[in-house]
């Protein structure tokens, strides 16, 4: 019979206490985001896939088809043509395309572009139902923004 009243009293007191821990947590500041609908503030630091960047004097991108970006990602998921133009001076870009399922975000294809072509992208939200959604054609992104 004591055991029984020594089992109910220590289960009230646990009770007791984890009600306790609740109403405290419960006046402190709300910190979880609900994420729908309230999106955090991304810092700059943020590593998303690379773009293409837009030179505000021509209106075009600043890629002169070097292929260092591709020569030297680690993941192989860079894949740059160029080809030889009338009157242009280098190869002009044909197409750039980037194998997000691949890529590993070491940044190497940003640091090692000489005339700063690339940059990283603020999108963080990519979803897909297939490997086919995560292959970008940048010159074409480029162009659509």
Same mark, same amino acid.
Not at 104 to 121: D, K, N, Q
């Given at each position: 019979?004591?055991?029984?009243?020594?089992?109910?009293?220590?289960?009230?007191?646990?009770?007791?206490?984890?009600?306790?821990?609740?109403? =405290?947590?419960? %006046?402190?500041? &709300? &910190?979880? +985001?609900?994420?729908?609908?309230?999106?955090?503030?991304?810092?700059?630091?943020? =590593?998303?896939?690379?773009?293409? &960047?837009?030179?505000?004097?021509?209106?075009?991108?600043?890629?002169?088809?070097?292929?260092?970006?591709?020569?030297?990602?680690?993941?192989?998921?860079? =894949? &740059?043509?160029?080809?030889?133009?009338?009157? +242009?001076?280098?190869?002009?870009?044909?197409?750039?395309?980037?194998?997000?399922?691949?890529?590993?975000?070491?940044?190497?294809?940003?640091? +090692?572009?000489?005339?700063?072509?690339?940059?990283?992208?603020?999108?963080?939200?990519?979803?897909?139902?297939?490997?086919?959604? %995560?292959? %970008?054609?940048?010159?074409?992104?480029?162009?659509? =923004?």
């Amino acid at each position: 019979m004591n055991e029984y009243f020594s089992d109910l009293f220590s289960g009230a007191k646990s009770l007791l206490v984890g009600l306790s821990v609740t109403i =405290r947590e419960m %006046f402190k500041p &709300v &910190v979880t +985001v609900q994420y729908p609908r309230e999106k955090l503030e991304i810092t700059p630091n943020f =590593r998303g896939h690379t773009e293409l &960047v837009k030179d505000p004097e021509t209106g075009t991108h600043k890629c002169i088809s070097c292929m260092m970006c591709q020569k030297e990602c680690p993941s192989d998921c860079i =894949r &740059v043509k160029g080809e030889k133009r009338e009157g +242009v001076k280098g190869l002009a870009l044909v197409s750039y395309s980037l194998d997000f399922t691949k890529c590993s975000l070491c940044g190497t294809c940003v640091e +090692v572009c000489p005339t700063a072509a690339l940059e990283y992208s603020q999108e963080y939200e990519l979803a897909g139902y297939s490997s086919d959604e %995560f292959r %970008f054609d940048l010159l074409k992104r480029l162009e659509e =923004r």
